[in-house]
């Protein structure tokens, strides 16, 4: 194995450990759901509760404790060892909004990067009882049965599929993003689920694919590997650093249909780029 | 009791009906669901599948048995009876896009009409088990439990809910309804579903509002009641007949929060009428 290289049983067992962390939260999460909550806002205006800050605190002193050479990043408790080449990104509530409404979509999202790239991804929902992992080279399982994205929509036009985008949509309504509101205004059959069911909605291909507008690194973390292991198209189409805070934007799902988008993207900034 | 009045008996009898309805389609969606389904497109571009059509037709006849005189509005078979004091109005699968994708979202919606004012009301999600009733003056249930919705949202502020609007959102977009495309713009927390999940998160007290943009007969028969009955406020804002078909917009939900949509929307409207 090369210096810096990834074994096998490295590999395997990180994944172990992902799977434990993914457990771990489910059960604080289902004990907490529909019981009163601290909310309060954070400085982006989103929600946080009392249970975020704890599953993300847990998962943290359990990965120290096993992997103390690792790198971590949480969405509420920020970086440790950002030099570190193995890096685990946690999301402990995605859709703490939902959850604390008792909308029953939010879910628990963990990734585990090795120099940039996504070697074990865990998206769960716990309400749901769906759970979705995925190991580089190893597939994508739901619920333990692996999953095979179909190829082309039910109807083999990709305009009639379905689509999803992520909140806030006043972001492109408000006219910075031309190309994806042109595209929002061509008649497609739109979701907004407000949490990472859409994520999953797309790694299932029940939709076509989903848009993740200015996503922050825990939103997006287990997303590209569990949609390329189960053999569909992820494709990162800008990213930027606000206030030091990274975001991208990225479109996945069924490969002809996140096709399709990425022309009618290419095709709107062609025209907006020609001369009048 | 005046003539043309229903007595108590008579709307217990058919609330009940109406309860062994749903059981019905239930048992079918469930049975269905992740099957083998033929699809088809209707002509205003929407899916229909075998199952839709049989579990209307299965409905009708039951209805026709236990009630011969009552009328009957179904999204597949049209109108029987149109002159009838009592209308049942039927979705047997609103969100037939999505329950043809295996997204567990769709539901079956009944509603019992007594000249024109629901008296009896079913939304039921067979694989999310999640079963909500009303009865005029009997309050809504959710799986048999009384529901009550509370006044105002966690915050305490309209601008922090989670509204829902429903699809599609190109008609939106297109300005064909400007004070509803400034609502979007303003930065809400928005949630898209594509069936009647959006409608049973209102009911539940979950989001703030739904907005219901244009929906047909069906896809609004049991949300009135299932609101009203839940203590929530439930407004029509337009109602128009295009090509035969009558569509309705409605807002319902938290009663704060639908009188600031209705606030928000009057004020969009007196500043286009503003001379300019």
Chains 1, 2 share one sequence.
């Not at 979509?105 to 585990?112: D, K, L, P, W």
């Not at 979701?191 to 797309?202: K, L, S, V």
């Not at 029940?206 to 053999?231: C, F, H, T, Y």
């Amino acid at each position: 194995m090369a210096v810096g290289e990834l074994s096998e049983t490295e590999l395997n067992e990180i994944h172990e450990a992902a799977l434990d962390l993914a457990r771990e939260a489910r059960t604080i999460l289902r004990s907490r759901f529909e019981s009163q909550l601290t909310r309060s806002y954070k400085a982006d205006g989103t929600v946080v509760t009392d249970v975020d800050l704890e599953i993300e605190e847990r998962l943290r002193t359990l990965i120290e404790k096993r992997f103390p050479q690792h790198g971590i990043l949480g969405e509420e408790l920020g970086i440790s060892r950002p030099e570190a080449e193995l890096r685990w990104i946690l999301d402990p509530v995605d859709g703490t909004e939902n959850f604390s409404r008792g909308i029953l979509t939010f879910g628990i999202i963990i990734g585990v990067h090795h120099r940039g790239t996504p070697v074990s991804g865990i998206i769960d929902h716990p309400v749901l009882d769906l759970h979705y992992s995925a190991i580089r080279g190893g597939g994508t399982l739901r619920n333990g049965s692996r999953l095979k994205m179909p190829d082309l929509p039910p109807s083999g036009d990709p305009r009639r599929e379905v689509f999803a985008i992520s909140n806030p949509i006043s972001y492109i309504l408000s006219g910075s993003c031309r190309p994806l509101l042109a595209f929002l205004r061509s008649g497609i059959n739109l979701r907004i689920y407000g949490d990472c069911f859409a994520h999953t909605r797309a790694v299932e291909g029940q939709i076509g694919a989903m848009i993740a507008v200015n996503n922050k690194p825990w939103d997006l973390a287990a997303s590209r590997i569990l949609i390329e292991e189960a053999g569909g198209l992820y494709k990162e189409i800008s990213r930027l650093t606000e206030n030091g805070q990274e975001k991208a934007t990225a479109v996945f799902g069924k490969k002809p249909v996140v096709e399709f988008i990425l022309d009618f993207i290419a095709e709107q900034n062609r025209g907006e780029n020609r001369p009048a």
